[in-house]
């Protein structure tokens, strides 16, 4: 049986450029597209000839593991009543499919996988030859910092797919690409690609705003359908202020100043991300001069790395359960620090999520932002937002828990910590992790 790759499927005249692109030679693509426009479909049909073109792992993920079972592999496509898998994969094109890990082996040797960048430090010693980041403007964008050296090395390629959801890692890494030679940028609206007409995205709008509100419904129409950075995220708890803050030039060059300390905040993650923010104040004035978030590290690679830095430190504020005793030792992380050398600590008090978000929203008007080493950060408090009740149609009382949590979290406790800067005698001398008010 003879089968053509892409099989029973044509692409629309807006997709042709990306597969001539890849033709060409291009191995990194950003395809900020309107919600429908075929994202995906266009990455399943690559990923499908890609597999019989060379021999390899290849990867579609989505954000969670959860979202990418529903939205990829059990997903039906309306038009035609079959799986979308079905009809981009040809079951005779297949060695094996395993519904329950959702890969399936070629009859060449190549696999294809839907996985969740969500876990994506678990995918230790994997080589995948290609990757697909759909949703990427919701996904953790440290999966691509640490997939990049594997596709650099065995010369795969990435596609990086999504609405845009505001000025996040996926809108800088679109105007990024647009500036490479190395890259492929393509941004579609829904006014200019013919899937709607003018009518059915009237009728979009009236829908949406029938069940999100008015303002909301436009916003998300806005966003989802002609890729507006400037539309807010629906339930977002600090986008508004940081907008604010990027108008007013506040999110900026802010260097160290050697004369100043320096204060850290901590979300101390188990068995996840760690995040510290790093702090000077002048006056009412907080310079937020850097960030670091990790994971799959102990707690000794993060006291090397503020060492390593040139800061001197005044405080070290971490979180209430910092005095909460681990099973397996029965020693306190708090104790932990201060054996690997880290002085200056104070535990804050458990206080309520609710007063600590207010907490950050009185702070950040009141901040500087280096723009270049809490760029990350950033990302993760501008999409910090309210967990949505799909069944309920509302928003519910406690922020949504994924990739932007560790650095909110750890900024939620720098706002409850932080305090007042005091009269300094003058002529002191400072000396690093030697230093108290």
Same mark, same amino acid.
């Given at each position: 049986?003879e @089968?053509?790759?892409?099989?029973?499927?044509?692409?629309?005249?807006?997709?042709?450029?990306?597969?001539?692109? =890849?033709?060409?030679? @291009?191995k990194?693509?950003?395809?900020?597209?309107?919600?429908r426009?075929?994202k995906?479909?266009?990455?399943?049909?690559?990923?499908?000839?890609?597999?019989?073109?060379?021999?390899? *792992?290849?990867?579609?993920?989505?954000?969670?593991?959860?979202?990418?079972?529903?939205?990829?592999?059990?997903?039906?496509n309306?038009?035609?009543?079959?799986?979308?898998?079905?009809?981009?994969?040809?079951?005779?094109?297949?060695?094996?499919?395993?519904n329950?890990?959702? @890969?399936?082996?070629?009859?060449?040797?190549?696999?294809?996988?839907?996985?969740?960048?969500?876990?994506?430090?678990?995918?230790?010693?994997?080589?995948?030859?290609?990757?697909?980041?759909?949703?990427?403007?919701?996904?953790?964008?440290?999966?691509?910092?640490?997939?990049?050296?594997?596709?650099?090395? *065995?010369?795969?390629?990435?596609?990086?797919?999504?609405?845009?959801?505001?000025?996040?890692?996926?809108?800088?890494l679109?105007?990024?690409?647009?500036?490479?030679?190395?890259?492929?940028?393509?941004?579609?609206?829904?006014?200019?690609?013919?899937? =709607?007409?003018?009518e059915?995205?009237?009728?979009?709008?009236?829908?949406?705003?029938?069940?999100?509100?008015?303002?909301?419904?436009?916003?998300?129409?806005?966003?989802?359908? =002609?890729?507006?950075?400037?539309?807010?995220?629906?339930?977002?708890?600090?986008? +508004?202020?940081?907008?604010?803050?990027?108008?007013?030039?506040?999110?900026?060059? #802010?260097?160290?100043?050697? *004369?100043?300390?320096?204060?850290?905040?901590?979300?101390?993650?188990?068995?996840?991300?760690?995040? @510290?923010?790093?702090?000077?104040?002048v006056?009412?004035?907080?310079?937020?001069?850097?960030?670091?978030?990790?994971? $799959?590290?102990?707690?000794?690679?993060?006291?090397?790395?503020?060492?390593? +830095?040139?800061?001197?430190?005044?405080?070290?504020?971490?979180?209430h359960?910092?005095?909460?005793?681990?099973?397996?030792?029965?020693?306190?992380?708090?104790?932990?620090?201060?054996?690997? $050398?880290?002085?200056?600590?104070? #535990?804050?008090?458990?206080?309520? #999520?609710?007063? $600590?978000? *207010?907490?950050?929203?009185?702070?950040?008007?009141?901040?500087?932002?280096?723009?270049?080493?809490?760029? +990350?950060?950033?990302?993760?408090?501008?999409?910090y937002?309210?967990?949505?009740?799909?069944?309920?149609?509302?928003? +519910?009382?406690?922020?949504?828990?994924?990739?932007?949590?560790?650095?909110?979290?750890? =900024?939620?406790?720098?706002?409850?910590?932080?305090?007042?800067?005091?009269?300094?005698?003058?002529?002191?001398?400072?000396?690093?992790?030697?230093?108290?008010?």
């Open positions: 049986m @089968i053509t790759i892409p099989h029973n499927w044509t692409p629309r005249d807006y997709q042709i450029p990306v597969f001539q692109a =890849f033709d060409k030679g @291009i990194r693509f950003v395809l900020r597209w309107h919600r426009a075929g995906d479909d266009v990455c399943l049909h690559i990923g499908a000839r890609e597999a019989f073109r060379r021999v390899g *792992n290849y990867w579609h993920m989505l954000p969670a593991y959860t979202q990418a079972r529903k939205a990829i592999w059990d997903a039906v309306p038009h035609t009543g079959k799986k979308r898998i079905d009809e981009a994969f040809p079951k005779e094109l297949r060695k094996r499919t395993n329950q890990e959702m @890969i399936i082996e070629f009859v060449n040797g190549s696999t294809w996988q839907v996985l969740g960048s969500d876990n994506y430090d678990n995918l230790v010693g994997a080589s995948p030859a290609g990757i697909i980041f759909s949703e990427y403007a919701l996904a953790n964008p440290a999966a691509w910092d640490y997939f990049r050296p594997m596709l650099a090395e *065995n010369h795969g390629f990435a596609f990086f797919i999504s609405t845009v959801r505001g000025y996040n890692h996926f809108y800088q679109g105007e990024y690409a647009k500036t490479s030679k190395e890259w492929f940028f393509q941004e579609v609206s829904a006014d200019t690609s013919g899937v =709607f007409t003018t059915t995205l009237q009728r979009e709008l009236e829908e949406i705003q029938a069940k999100r509100g008015e303002d909301e419904g436009l916003s998300i129409f806005r966003q989802e359908y =002609f890729n507006d950075p400037n539309a807010a995220i629906p339930g977002a708890y600090y986008a +508004k202020i940081i907008a604010k803050l990027k108008d007013a030039g506040q999110i900026t060059s #802010v260097p160290y100043e050697p *004369n100043l300390p320096v204060t850290t905040a901590w979300d101390l993650g188990i068995g996840d991300s760690t995040a @510290i923010w790093f702090a000077q104040q006056g009412k004035e907080v310079r937020i001069i850097d960030h670091l978030e990790n994971s $799959g590290v102990g707690l000794d690679w993060y006291v090397k790395q503020l060492s390593n +830095k040139p800061y001197v430190y005044h405080e070290h504020l971490l979180p359960d910092a005095n909460v005793s681990e099973l397996g030792t029965g020693k306190r992380r708090i104790d932990t620090l201060r054996d690997l $050398g880290l002085n200056k600590t104070r #535990v804050l008090p458990a206080l309520s #999520v609710d007063d $600590g978000i *207010n907490a950050v929203r009185l702070l950040l008007p009141r901040c500087w932002f280096d723009k270049t080493k809490t760029e +990350k950060g950033l990302n993760c408090l501008i999409n937002q309210r967990e949505y009740d799909e069944k309920l149609q509302t928003f +519910k009382d406690r922020p949504l828990h994924d990739w932007s949590s560790h650095s909110s979290d750890g =900024f939620r406790y720098l706002a409850i910590g932080l305090k007042p800067v005091r009269e300094r005698p003058q002529g002191l001398q400072f000396a690093n992790n030697d230093f108290s008010l």
